[in-house]
Nanobody
Framework: QVQLVESGGGLVQAGDSLRLSCAAS????????MGWFRQAPGKEREFVAA????????LYADSLKDRFTISREIAKNTLYLQMNSLRPEDTAVYYC????????????????WGQGTQVTVSS
């Protein structure tokens, strides 16, 4: 079992930055790929970014790769998402997810999920 707890969300203004964190516990480590997804009200869950178990390879949604950076500290069992130049359309609940094996941009491929953290960007 893997437990995931996100933090770092909040209310910011357009153009601001935020860093989300996801603390993992249980059976974690380099054998698990991790990812960030987001879901806005009335919309489907959307892929944001993913990182390989080793932390050496990353994958991004094309529309976000210039502003968002995913990283992980395996020793601390922590996943991060640095978000810069935030826009009102980035407003959503952001979820951390984990899966064994290779990373994926498909949310249904992930086994473990956090409870989510709200990010609200005002104009």
């Amino acid at each position: 079992q893997v437990q995931l707890v996100e933090s770092g969300g909040g209310l910011v203004q357009a153009g601001d930055s935020l860093r989300l964190s996801c603390a993992a516990s249980g059976r974690t480590g380099s054998s698990y790929a991790m990812g960030w997804f987001r879901q806005a009200p009335g919309k489907e869950r959307e892929f944001v970014a993913a990182v390989a178990g080793s932390g050496g390879s990353t994958l991004y949604a094309d529309s976000l790769k210039d502003r968002f950076t995913i990283s992980r500290e395996i020793a601390k069992n922590t996943l991060y998402l640095q978000m810069n130049s935030l826009r009102p359309e980035d407003t959503a609940v952001y979820y951390c997810a984990a899966k064994s094996g290779i990373y994926s941009r498909n949310y249904y491929a992930y086994t473990y999920w956090g409870q989510g953290t709200q990010v609200t960007v005002s104009s």
